[in-house]
């Protein structure tokens, strides 16, 4: 089975070590050791792909300029395989001007074999051929709602990275291009965003556009993806939370196999491999059930669906990928309602993968 060849065939033992001082956030007038610092979560696993997995994520939680101001964090993962793959990263959120500006930054290495299968929509999850990518990427998304109703915020982002990619002989004999070189974009989104908290969101919901250019003038290709992401949530009591998603995305010009329209694997469409199926338009839905328990611990059960196409008209005729699954989720900061999970899904109803990720899906 694919499961046994592909994904997770022990499933991941994390344990949590999530608290420096007591479990809540910082309080107006609170002494300092009430403030939690960090959390970490080591992680070991083995997988067909990977043979042993061993990392660690990492999140440091800095004081807010305001009392009641969110708590800008830097997140750390590093995690490698006894086959010599490695990814590092740098993940820090900083907040400005009475939370009215967000900053987010991206710093990351990634040394990894990963599997292609094939352009559009219907893969054979058996037909693969094996790449070797080796990635340096910087990122910067600056949102900001200053001058603007609280509801509405509008944003920049820069993305520059290097890439290397070599392909394995495999069974898919139509490679693409290959693609190795600069990728640097700019650009922008616009958003109407109602949410009451962006890691455990209980009410409210986002709609945002956004489009980045890629150019030959700042790196080796030109093409343009741009993305309209419609999230809705609402709360059926104060533990249990439902959310939906619609994520529609588009690739065009000279676009590199890897960055197609189409799944990530972790937040949209959840327990395959990245653009398992993509294309040059993809379309995703999703949605869930959240359920806080005890503790630190929590719950969740989801649906998606997801399906790509060269065109529009393509897209629509298309069949629709499926996936249910269920997930557990570790309180690193519950004063934040910062969460870790684990999600197994069943895709297609006819192979098994996982995912673990810091924060919710959507």
């Known amino acids: 089975m694919y499961f046994w060849r592909k994904f997770w065939v022990v499933l991941i033992a994390c344990a949590a070590l999530a608290v420096a001082g007591e479990s809540g956030g910082a309080k107006e007038n609170a002494p300092e050791e009430d403030f939690q610092r960090y959390s970490v979560v080591p992680i070991l696993g ?13 999140l440091l939680f800095l004081k807010p300029n305001e009392a009641a101001g969110k708590v800008p964090e830097i997140g750390l993962t590093a995690y490698g ?11 820090p959120y900083y907040y400005m001007f009475h939370d009215q500006v967000c900053i987010w930054g991206l710093l990351k290495y990634q040394d990894w074999v990963a599997g292609y299968y094939g ?4 893969p ?10 080796k990635k340096f990427q910087y990122g910067t998304k600056i949102e900001s709602r200053v001058g603007l109703p609280s509801t509405l915020k509008y944003g920049i982002e820069v993305h520059a990275e290097y890439t290397e990619i070599d392909f394995e002989q495999g069974e898919i004999e139509d490679l693409p291009d290959e693609h190795s070189g600069w990728r640097n974009g700019v650009g922008y989104l616009f958003g109407l965003d109602s949410r009451d908290n962006i890691n455990w969101t209980r009410h ?5 556009w956004q489009q980045m250019f890629y150019s030959d003038r700042l790196g080796d290709y030109t093409f343009d993806v741009e993305s309209l992401d419609l999230r809705g949530y609402s709360s059926l009591s104060k533990t249990t939370t439902t959310a939906v998603g619609f994520l529609w ?24 491999e990245s653009l398992y199926f993509g294309d040059n338009q993809a379309v995703i839905m999703q949605a869930e059930l959240r359920q806080y328990l005890w503790w630190r611990l929590g719950a969740h ?9 060269r065109y529009f008209s393509e897209l629509v005729r298309n069949d629709w990928h499926r996936s249910i699954g269920v997930g557990a989720l570790l309180g690193l900061n519950l004063k934040q309602t ?4 684990a999600d197994i899904s069943w895709v297609d109803f006819d192979h098994l993968g996982l995912s673990f990720y810091v924060r919710q899906a959507f």
Request: with cysteine.
């Open 46 to 58: 083995y997988t067909e792909e990977t043979e042993f997995q061993v990392g660690v994520m990492a």
């Open 124 to 133: 054979d999850i058996d037909v693969f051929t094996n790449f070797n990518r």
């Open 338 to 341: 910062l969460f870790a999970r």
């Open 119 to 122: 352009r559009g929509n219907d």
């Open 204 to 208: 409210g919901f986002l709609v945002q």
């Open 81 to 91: 395989s006894t086959r010599g793959q490695l990814q590092l990263q740098l993940e």
């Open 249 to 272: 995305q588009r690739a065009d010009g000279d676009v590199p196999f890897d960055m197609l329209a189409g799944p990530d694997g972790i937040c949209r469409f959840r327990g395959v």
């Open 301 to 309: 059960a989801f649906f998606e669906g997801g399906k790509s196409g």
